[in-house]
């Protein structure tokens, strides 16, 4: 097994993070392109903890290095079951996921939590632990597990630089809207 760590540091509140998180994949990134389809299956909150708790499937293209692609077949695309938990109270987004596509040969169990540093920043965490399930064919597990790591350290950067361009674009339409609001009260209150 390897396990893959990151830490980042956004400079955006907590709850704008919690906001765009669920944007992540949309056009406004062009760092996530590999990213072809995101599925909600289930959304509900817990009446006791007020915690949201949502199941997606994420469709992926991935292009896997070509000696790891003829291990595990021709197929480009790729499936990963994704649960978040959003708490209000607590303040904290945690996301777990696992891929679904050639768990048998390869295990990713991947998780992320978002919390605040300050009113003004929020913390990012991500942890991989990544497996690969060759049986006794230790260099071929090594060479696929020290591959995998490596696309997670790759994409890990462009991950941050993607959901960077969300969160920007978020603040700046949110804070369009919440201007014509404003705009649409002061207008009500003259007339």
């Known amino acids: 097994m390897k396990v893959f760590s990151n830490e980042e540091t956004f400079d955006y509140s907590w709850e704008e993070v919690s906001t765009a998180n669920w944007r992540k994949y949309c056009p406004w990134n ?13 959304r509900q909150v817990d009446p ?4 949201l708790r949502t199941e997606r499937l994420i469709t992926c293209k991935q292009s896997a290095p070509k000696w790891l692609s003829a291990i595990l077949g021709g197929s480009d695309t790729s499936h990963v079951f994704e649960t978040s938990y959003v708490d209000p109270e607590s303040k904290k987004v945690t996301m777990v ?32 632990k990544i497996t690969a399930l060759c049986g006794g064919w230790h260099k071929v597990k090594n060479a696929v597990e020290e591959a995998s790591v490596t696309r997670f350290r790759e994409n890990a950067q462009k991950g941050k630089e993607g959901f960077e361009a969300v969160l920007e674009m978020s603040r700046r339409v949110f804070g ?3 201007q014509k609001l404003n705009g649409i009260e002061r207008e009500k209150m003259v007339l």
């Open 30 to 42: 062009d760092k996530s392109t590999h990213v072809i389809a995101v599925d909600t299956l289930s």
């Open 176 to 178: 369009e809207e919440k």
């Open 97 to 128: 996921s696992s891929n679904l596509t050639y768990s048998n040969i390869l295990s990713v169990k991947e998780s992320v939590v978002y919390q605040p540093l300050s009113a003004t920043q929020t913390q990012f965490v991500q942890d991989a």
């Open 48 to 51: 006791q903890s007020g915690i």
